[in-house]
């Protein structure tokens, strides 16, 4: 587990990646696109570098090492599943549904972090029930700020996000983004299904 001084650094350099959502929102859907897919190619061939070369692992080493945790020394970091997740929230779901969850993503699991590190004490796998408390608290702010969406469905979902952050095998920055957006679409769907919307 790397410290708490450096846990606090990689969630700083984690919360700017809020500029994706925000330069989204500002600019659409084709011109984030034609930024985000060159750089999310390119952290994809960069961490495949680490992974493969030991000479470039030891260069990354020398910059990144106090920042990368152990279990992604032969595997994605988190950087590249942001990019990667964004990517495909961006592209596949709506404008305000993949913007709230990159915001959740962003915010959300960064507030989790630092407060489960910080105040947490009753531990559930490798997160702690206080982290997931904050998050969940941190997402619902969240959504009574968002536009066009049905708050109540929305609640659902950041249950269903909050779960997933704390459940998944699969690194949190792509599955509670897309955990939030694929099971908003479906109780859409559900509830329109049965007459309710």
Same mark, same amino acid.
């Given at each position: 587990m790397i410290s708490l001084k450096n846990e606090i650094a990689r969630k700083i350099i984690h919360l700017s990646s809020i500029i994706i959502p925000i330069f989204f929102l500002f600019y659409g859907k084709d011109l984030t696109l034609v930024f985000l897919l060159p750089i999310t190619?390119?952290?994809?061939?960069?961490?495949?570098?680490?992974?493969? $070369? +030991?000479?470039?692992?030891?260069?990354?080493?020398? #910059?990144?090492? %106090? @920042?990368?945790?152990?279990?992604? $020394? +032969?595997?994605?970091?988190?950087?590249?599943?942001? #990019?990667?997740? %964004? @990517?495909?929230?961006?592209?596949?779901?709506?404008?305000?549904?993949?913007?709230?969850?990159? #915001?959740?993503?962003?915010?959300?699991?960064?507030?989790?972090a630092i407060f489960g590190r910080i105040y947490g004490t009753i531990k559930i796998r490798n997160k702690t029930l206080e982290g997931s408390l904050a998050f969940f608290m941190s997402s619902f702010t969240i959504i009574l700020f968002a536009i066009d969406i049905n708050l109540y469905l929305a609640f659902i979902s950041i249950i269903i996000a909050t779960l997933t952050e704390l459940y998944s095998p699969f690194d949190d920055n792509l599955s509670v983004p897309i955990s939030y957006g694929c099971s908003y679409i479906i109780l859409i769907e559900i509830s329109k299904g049965l007459g309710l919307l």
């Open positions: 190619i390119l952290f994809l061939v960069l961490d495949f570098l680490r992974i493969r $070369s +030991k000479n470039f692992k030891s260069l990354y080493n020398y #910059f990144f090492i %106090s @920042l990368t945790r152990k279990n992604e $020394s +032969k595997k994605l970091t988190g950087a590249s599943y942001v #990019f990667l997740s %964004s @990517l495909i929230m961006i592209y596949f779901f709506p404008e305000n549904i993949a913007a709230i969850s990159l #915001f959740i993503m962003v915010i959300s699991d960064t507030v989790a």
